[in-house]
């Protein structure tokens, strides 16, 4: 016997859309990720749902409902914390604009104080401060080890959802059950990595859709 696995990410939210740190702050699906929503349940349709799991933000919550809108078969939803969104710490509400642009300024007034980049005026200046900017950026975004202040790195929210993983594989063959996951998007990579075997280097490169699933198979 097969058991399967359905994880999908949460639909488009107005954070998401704005381009902002959400974390652990709740923003509820745009108009557009309403939409999303409702294509993964047309894409989830013809497949057995006996038990689902979800987080308690919103985001999660509400693109669940729509993804069981075919599935009168599914009895029980269950939360679990373990497979949140990845904590961005301080920068949770903050754009990530406005972080580029500040880390940028102080990046280079660090290394004006020690008259490093005194030639850069104007242009120069500016662009000097957007690259400084993203490079920070995307450290936070993209690095598995470290984390942005006050937050997780992906390595510590691996950690929590190995935990789930090992978990939700011991309930779903004792209980013979397949299962719908609404998850987040860092929490995805691991689970992915799990699943697909990925390197780290791999996972960090993933982007995962608002509107598709992946499907696992658990063997009883």
């Given at each position: 016997?097969?058991?399967?696995?359905?994880?999908?990410?949460?639909?488009?939210?107005?954070?998401?859309?704005?381009?902002?740190?959400?974390?652990?702050?709740?923003?509820?699906?745009?108009?557009?990720?309403?939409?999303?929503?409702?294509?993964?349940?047309k894409?989830?349709?013809?497949?057995?749902?006996?038990?689902?799991?979800?987080?308690?933000?919103?985001?999660?919550?509400?693109?669940?409902?729509?993804?069981?809108?075919?599935?009168?078969e599914?009895k029980?939803?269950?939360?679990?914390?373990?497979m949140?969104?990845?904590?961005?710490?301080?920068?949770?509400?903050?754009?990530?604009?406005?972080?580029?642009?500040?880390?940028?300024?102080?990046?280079?007034?660090?290394?004006l104080?020690?008259?490093?980049?005194?030639?850069?005026h104007?242009?120069?200046?500016?662009?000097?401060?957007?690259?400084?900017?993203?490079?920070e950026?995307?450290?936070?975004?993209?690095?598995?080890?470290?984390?942005?202040?006050?937050?997780?790195?992906?390595?510590?929210?691996?950690?929590?959802?190995?935990?789930?993983?090992?978990?939700l594989?011991?309930?779903?063959?004792?209980?013979k059950?397949?299962?719908?996951?609404?998850?987040?998007?860092?929490?995805?990579?691991?689970?992915?990595?799990?699943?697909?075997?990925?390197?780290?280097?791999?996972m960090?490169?993933?982007?995962?859709?608002?509107?598709?699933?992946?499907?696992?198979?658990i063997?009883?």
């Amino acid at each position: 016997m097969k058991l399967k696995i359905y994880l999908f990410r949460h639909a488009q939210t107005y954070f998401n859309k704005r381009h902002m740190f959400t974390g652990w702050k709740d923003s509820k699906l745009t108009p557009f990720g309403k939409k999303q929503a409702k294509l993964l349940a047309k894409k989830l349709k013809t497949k057995q749902i006996d038990v689902a799991y979800q987080t308690h933000l919103s985001r999660s919550k509400d693109t669940l409902k729509e993804a069981l809108r075919y599935h009168p078969e599914c009895k029980k939803i269950i939360m679990d914390d373990r497979m949140i969104e990845r904590s961005y710490g301080k920068l949770q509400g903050k754009s990530h604009d406005s972080f580029i642009e500040e880390e940028g300024e102080d990046s280079y007034k660090t290394l004006l104080h020690w008259h490093k980049i005194d030639h850069l005026h104007g242009k120069e200046r500016k662009k000097f401060v957007k690259e400084i900017g993203e490079a920070e950026f995307n450290i936070i975004h993209r690095s598995y080890k470290i984390p942005p202040p006050g937050g997780e790195s992906i390595k510590m929210v691996e950690k929590r959802v190995l935990s789930f993983i090992n978990d939700l594989i011991k309930y779903m063959r004792k209980h013979k059950v397949n299962v719908a996951i609404s998850a987040h998007g860092n929490s995805m990579r691991p689970f992915r990595r799990y699943f697909e075997k990925l390197s780290i280097t791999e996972m960090m490169k993933l982007e995962n859709p608002w509107d598709d699933y992946f499907e696992y198979t658990i063997d009883l």
